[in-house]
């Protein structure tokens, strides 16, 4: 009795290691946005690149759908996505709201200068601390929200034709 | 006076154990943290511009008052248990973290049961 009941223990400590690692390897490991799809946006605090105010979720509210961007001077890739910004700024749906992080203003309006200035409003993140409320990692990134604040679709990396294609079709069903 | 002295150490002693119970420690936190940009490094081991900003972040939230478990929540919010090294308890790790406690308890079961054979013979 006593044999069956070990040789029975080790066979289901066996079953439930295997199931533990089928479980575990088949979880994804790496960093997605899937999560983030879907949440609303609650904290929005940020500074206005020149104005002395505070760009808040009511702000955006008012528009049926935003793209916040994050970008800075100093990233090369924000160069790349800025001409399909400048596109996306001629959209009626939508809203650009363009958050500099770690940069220097002087720095960031030269960019704008030489780019163009794509965004209806322009906020200011000096040490980067306001991005860690949108997820953000890296830069350049941008999210979607609609007027719910709900994020739609986060980008990671400059923003692609596809992407641009893909914000265009989302804002243009509305 | 000598009550005096043994109430006012006893209560001194109490409030210094309290604080320590209670203060929160930046750098167990930035070692339980995973650098999202870097491969195989903490925040606290990273010098990153995501981990710079990581820990000012936690911080910021350590000097608002905050506790381990509410800075853990925030950014488990924000980018997912991918950030945290030692994930919480939930639905879907609940396995893991039994595992090494069933794989004890069966040991011992077995390492009994055999003695007890052996006594008995």
Redo the contacts between chains.
Sequence with gaps: MQKKIIKLSIILLIIFIIGVFFIGLNKNSIYDTKGLVGQKITEIKLDHFSKNKIITAKDLSKNNFTLINFWASWCSPCRDEHPILVELNKEKNLKLLGVNVKDKKNNALEFLKDFGDPYDDLARDEFGKHSVNFGIYGIPESILINQDLIIIKKFIGPISKNDYNYIKDTVRKQ | MRIKIIIFFTMLNFNILNAENFSVDSNKIFKNLRC??CQGQSVADSNS??A???K??VK?QINDGKSEKEIYDF?IE???E??VYKPPLNK?NF??WL?PY??FI?GG??IF?RFK?RNNR
Excluded: H, M, P, S
Aim: proline content about 0%; hydrophobic content about 70%; cysteine-free.
């Design positions: 999202l940009i511009e995501f710079q900003i990581i000012l972040v910021d950014l924000k980018y997912g991918w950030i879907v396995a893991l595992l069933l794989v069966t079961a077995i049961l054979k």
